[in-house]
């Protein structure tokens, strides 16, 4: 069986039932944040995407990706269920890591949940590493 061709694009906003629906598919949405505004400010926002993988016309992949001014961001990494174990997680954390280069910023860091081996096994995998930081929060709304 040969792939379809992998096209990577940023999302707009007619994407968004269909990220968002992968989102939950995926397990990374939670009830305290709200999944469609993190869609559009992230659409509409001058410093922020939503990159998406196609295939056969569907979306089979996302990932956020934004710059702070002092370093770059990745969320909501996702891979459609049925299209996982064929390097389209990877092709997206490298379409990421390009766009935050275009965007001149300097580093990438991202957040997983500390009980959650199976992505810290693959972003290890992917060269990154754990950093000794502490992350503080406080919401606002």
Not at 7 to 13: E, H, K, M, N, R
Not at 25 to 45: H, I, K, M, Q, S
Not at 113 to 141: C, E, H, M, S, W
Request: with cysteine; charged share 25%; aromatic share 8%.
């Amino acid at each position: 069986m040969v792939e379809p061709e992998n096209i990577i694009l940023a999302a707009t906003q007619s994407d968004c039932g269909k990220i968002i629906a992968l989102w939950e598919a995926c397990g990374l949405t939670r009830p305290w944040n709200d999944a469609a505004a993190d869609f559009r400010l992230a659409v509409e926002g001058a410093t922020s995407d939503i990159l998406l993988l196609k295939q056969h016309d569907e979306i089979a992949a996302t990932v956020m990706t934004g710059f702070d001014g002092h370093r770059g961001w990745v969320y909501y990494l996702g891979v459609a269920p049925a299209s996982r174990n064929r390097g389209l997680g990877r092709k997206m954390m490298e379409a990421a890591e390009h766009w935050l280069r275009e965007h001149n910023a300097p580093k990438i860091q991202l957040m997983v949940r500390d009980d959650n081996d199976a992505a810290i096994g693959f972003y290890k995998a992917l060269g990154y590493d754990v950093q000794p930081v502490v992350t503080f929060g406080r919401r606002l709304d």
